[in-house]
């Protein structure tokens, strides 16, 4: 199990891998503000990269974005019957700029 856990990690699952802009609408509605150009920090290798930039992850019951560079969870978003969950523990920081 461990051995196959590994290899997900190695071979990231391509063909279910869009970039960030794909998810604009989503984050748009999340954060209420449109969000692909919003620079954010990735909190394990501190490179700074727009949303739009960052690899989505559309498989399972949420989306994950990972940092491009590090490829580890910046964010994780889930759409519940109560709201949207936002696990942003994977940035550093994320800037919205004033509209
Ligand atoms: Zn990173």
């Given at each position: 199990m461990e051995d196959r856990i590994a290899m997900m990690h190695d071979d990231p699952a391509v063909d279910l891998t869009v970039d960030g802009s794909a998810v604009g609408g989503m984050l748009a509605a999340a954060f209420g503000v449109e969000m692909t150009a919003a620079p954010g920090q990735c909190a394990h290798c501190h490179t700074v990269s727009v949303v739009g930039a960052m690899r989505v992850y559309m498989r399972g019951p949420g989306v994950v974005l990972r940092c491009p560079a590090c490829a580890e969870v910046v964010l994780r978003i889930v759409q519940t019957p109560r709201g949207t969950m936002i696990?942003?523990?994977?940035?550093a920081y994320l800037v919205i700029e004033r509209g």
């Amino acid at each position: 199990m461990e051995d196959r856990i590994a290899m997900m990690h190695d071979d990231p699952a391509v063909d279910l891998t869009v970039d960030g802009s794909a998810v604009g609408g989503m984050l748009a509605a999340a954060f209420g503000v449109e969000m692909t150009a919003a620079p954010g920090q990735c909190a394990h290798c501190h490179t700074v990269s727009v949303v739009g930039a960052m690899r989505v992850y559309m498989r399972g019951p949420g989306v994950v974005l990972r940092c491009p560079a590090c490829a580890e969870v910046v964010l994780r978003i889930v759409q519940t019957p109560r709201g949207t969950m936002i696990d942003a523990r994977g940035a550093a920081y994320l800037v919205i700029e004033r509209g």
